[in-house]
């Protein structure tokens, strides 16, 4: 195992399950102090398991809702307090909670897409901004999509465009500083089930209907005509938090078999 990581302090949220515990726990794995936020309970007990893999690995759990702001300044102080200090932040929290035709969206749906996968991203980077510069340097790694062009799930898609936009502003104007912003745009991704449902109040049949059309969309979409693994998502998240992508900055990356959104 490479130890890309060693001596970093590394903060990831939506470490509770999918990709961003797979991201968590290979970054504490490859040596990094690894802070695992989620809003989910559960998420010290992921955070733990990075022992198995690592023994005398340095992992914490920390619970926040970072559709707050308050929730994702609260992280960020944990983090720096706890490690002294943060070198990267790798965005995770997201993912589409309802599909359906954009005109079949009520406001309050529409509303509940941008906080999930828009707000979290954009407070986070706000609130380690002050870690990274007084550390001289640091990185950003968010974890936008391939629906950015996508059928199903038009408020998500807007949300994930948000995220490539930041990135790309952020990177040109903290360039100067020594911070790297930079994405991974993942693709249709397998994963065991979800402990935490995308969607509290559970699909309709109605709904099943319409996941059904975008993970055939999705899956077309593809040259390979497949979804991806956690893995192929783990890794490349990795490369641009790592100093391998030193020269990379403000760039999104498609990693979607051939689907750039
Ligand atoms: N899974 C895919 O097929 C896929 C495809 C493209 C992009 N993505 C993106 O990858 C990222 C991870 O996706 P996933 O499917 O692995 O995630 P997931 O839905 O399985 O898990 C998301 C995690 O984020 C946490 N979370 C949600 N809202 C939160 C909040 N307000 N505050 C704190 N934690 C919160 C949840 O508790 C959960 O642990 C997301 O940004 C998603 O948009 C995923």
Not at 9 to 27: E, M, P, Y
Not at 150 to 157: A, D, N
Not at 158 to 174: C, D, F, P, R
Request: glycine share 12%; charged share 15%.
């Amino acid at each position: 195992m490479q130890q890309r990581f060693a001596g970093k302090v590394v903060v990831v949220t939506g470490a509770a399950q999918g990709i961003g515990s797979g991201v968590a726990l290979r970054a504490a794995a490859e040596g990094g102090k690894v802070v695992f936020v989620d809003r989910a309970d559960f998420v010290a007990e992921v955070a733990a398991q990075a022992q198995v893999a690592q023994p005398g690995a340095q992992t914490a759990g920390f619970v926040a809702d970072l559709e707050t702001y308050e929730g994702a300044h609260a992280a960020m102080a944990f983090a720096a307090q706890r490690f002294g200090g943060i070198d990267i932040l790798i965005n995770g929290v997201g993912g589409a909670i309802r599909m359906r035709p954009f005109a079949e969206f009520e406001p309050a749906q529409i509303d509940a897409e941008i906080r999930r996968s828009l707000m979290p991203t954009l407070y986070t980077c706000h609130a380690v901004l002050p870690h990274l510069l007084a550390r001289g340097g640091g990185t950003i790694v968010n974890v936008s999509s391939n629906a950015t062009r996508g059928i199903r799930r038009v408020p998500y898609s807007a949300a994930k465009g948000g995220v490539n936009a930041l990135t790309q502003s952020l990177a040109m104007e903290y360039a100067p500083h020594n911070i790297r912003v930079v994405a991974s745009a993942p693709g249709g991704t397998s994963a065991p089930p979800r402990r935490v449902p995308r969607n509290a109040a559970g699909d309709t049949e109605q709904e099943k209907t319409w996941m059904n059309e975008a993970v055939q969309q999705v899956t077309e979409s593809t040259f390979f005509k497949r979804y991806g693994t956690l893995d192929e998502q783990i890794a490349p998240i990795l490369f641009l938090a790592s100093d391998e992508a030193s020269y990379i900055t403000g760039a999104v990356l498609a990693v979607a078999g051939g689907d750039n959104g």
